[in-house]
């Protein structure tokens, strides 16, 4: 097997042992809060990774494209929700994979329902609730979220799986009782909702929230019934400064070369750039902003107090130190999601030892 001072970069290592390690903790979380645990793997878009999950005894998967229900849908996944509203232009796609296995969507318009309504083939469907994220969902205090909850639960084509919401809005954060507070607004919205339908006659089987810092801070989940965080996999540098894990956690790094440096300047380049880490700035809250941190020592999970990338373009990236040309560096992303999903593949690593590599399914 190779070492990783053997790999041509920009590479994506995945630590074998911490993505393990925790992939048993979300698993035993969801067990000791009395929920299902439905992982969102548009974090690694990886089969082996969902592989691990689903032998943790994961219920089904979330996915945020087609692409990704289809990859998994083909190596045996057989219960998938597509947790993004529904794209009216890909509805042949919807009936082509509701046809192999459990496809569950989700909708908060009544032109959605109605489209799948009129597909010609029994799908499931959840209702989108906003817990507070305004982002998509419906208002559950509104009438028009009681009248679709109502089109589901009676269309006859329709099998109404229940209510779902995501709790983004955990991630501004910024104290831990902030995120607390999101976390208990989505499962107290959820759980409220569920009630005034049940109160009006409509069954609602289940309630789905979810987010990683939510559920790193939950201690209560009475009246929910799954959860779908999909960050905790690989943790980064953002759920770092939110409280949700250590550094010793995040699973992914990027490992770069520095490529340029010149006499008396103050900065190096190296060949991580904007399509190695994305564009993602990182948490407000970090004592300074950057685009990726670097560590000074991988094994003891300590960053470098001095050196960090400061800007990115599509292929450069800039650091705030004036290292030698030809040294490697070893990148803690912002945001992992993104990061993995600049690559094609994984270099899995035990140690300095690189002993598999698994494919990322990135299409759309
Ligand atoms: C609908 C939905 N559910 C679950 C998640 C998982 O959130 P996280 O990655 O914070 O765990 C996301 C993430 O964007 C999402 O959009």
């Given at each position: 097997m190779p070492g990783i001072a053997e790999l041509p970069t920009p590479a994506l290592l995945l630590d074998l042992d911490v993505l393990d390690a925790n992939l048993r903790w979300m698993a035993d979380?969801?067990?000791?809060?009395?929920?299902?645990?439905?992982?969102?793997?548009?974090?690694?878009?990886?089969?082996?990774?969902?592989?691990?999950?689903?032998?943790?005894?994961?219920?089904?998967?979330?996915?945020?494209?087609?692409?990704?229900?289809?990859?998994?849908?083909?190596?045996?996944?057989?219960d998938i929700t597509w947790a993004f509203p529904v794209i009216p232009s890909r509805l042949e796609e919807v009936r082509a994979l509701a046809e192999r296995v459990t496809l569950r969507l989700v909708v908060d318009s009544p032109e959605a329902v109605a489209a799948l309504a009129?597909?010609?083939?029994?799908?499931?469907?959840?209702?989108?609730?906003?817990?507070?994220?305004?982002?998509?969902?419906?208002?559950?205090?509104?009438?028009?979220?009681v009248r679709l909850a109502e089109r589901l639960a009676t269309a006859p084509t329709l099998e109404?799986?229940?209510?779902?919401?995501?709790?983004?809005?955990?991630?501004?954060?910024?104290?831990?009782a902030e995120v607390r507070h999101a976390a208990e607004e989505e499962r107290d919205t959820m759980a409220g909702f569920a009630g005034d339908l049940r109160e009006r006659g409509i069954r609602v089987p289940a309630v789905s929230v979810g987010s990683t810092p939510a559920m790193c801070v939950i201690d209560d989940l009475t009246g929910v019934t799954e959860v779908r965080p999909g960050n905790y996999a690989f943790f980064d540098y953002t759920q770092v400064l939110l409280g949700s894990c250590g550094v010793r956690n995040c699973a992914l790094?990027?490992?770069?070369?520095?490529?340029?440096?010149?006499?008396?300047?103050?900065?190096a380049v190296c060949d991580a750039g904007a399509l190695a880490l994305s564009k993602d700035g990182g948490h407000p809250t970090a004592p300074?902003?950057?685009?990726?941190?670097?560590?000074a020592d991988y094994e003891t999970g300590s960053l470098s107090p001095d050196t960090r990338l400061t800007s990115l373009s599509q292929e450069h990236g800039r650091l705030s130190a004036a290292l030698p040309v030809g040294s490697r560096i070893r990148i803690l992303p912002n945001h992992s999601c993104l990061t993995a999903a600049c690559f094609d593949a994984y270099h899995v690593v035990r140690g300095d030892t690189v002993v598999d590599e698994w494919r990322i399914r990135r299409e759309r």
């Open positions: 979380r969801a067990t000791q809060l009395g929920v299902a645990l439905r992982p969102h793997i548009k974090t690694h878009k990886c089969i082996e990774v969902g592989r691990l999950q689903r032998d943790l005894g994961a219920r089904g998967v979330t996915v945020s494209t087609l692409a990704e229900a289809s990859a998994f849908a083909a190596h045996g996944f057989d009129n597909l010609g083939v029994r799908l499931h469907v959840w209702l989108k609730v906003d817990c507070g994220y305004h982002r998509a969902g419906v208002d559950p205090a509104s009438p028009d979220a109404f799986d229940g209510i779902l919401s995501h709790s983004g809005h955990a991630y501004a954060g910024p104290t831990r790094t990027v490992l770069a070369t520095v490529i340029s440096s010149q006499p008396g300047a103050v900065h300074e902003p950057g685009m990726g941190e670097i560590f």
